[in-house]
């Protein structure tokens, strides 16, 4: 005779892929991030990883003002 073990719907969030974590950093960046995806990112989530993808944005976007700046404005 099989006995078969109970099934469990709990089921576990996985480890956040990159996408979920480029979408993470920059819906944090927003200040929009939902209850769900930051229980997730803070229990499953690597946080040198979401720092150096925050660094990287947040460079990213300084560079891209500085541009636009220097587009817009003319220099003398």
């Known amino acids: 005779m099989r006995m078969s073990l109970p ?3 709990s089921k576990q ?3 956040p892929s990159v996408f979920d974590i480029i979408i ?3 819906a944090a960046l927003f200040g929009v991030q939902s209850d769900k995806n930051r229980q997730r990112d803070f229990n499953h989530g ?3 990883i979401y720092v150096a993808v925050g660094a990287v944005f947040v460079i ?3 560079l891209t ?3 636009v700046v220097s587009w817009v ?3 003398s």
């Open 7 to 9: 099934k469990t719907n």
């Open 24 to 26: 993470s950093v920059l």
């Open 46 to 48: 690597n946080p040198v």
């Open 73 to 75: 404005v003319p220099s």
């Open 60 to 62: 990213l976007f300084v």
């Open 65 to 67: 003002l500085v541009l």
């Open 13 to 15: 969030p996985s480890k």
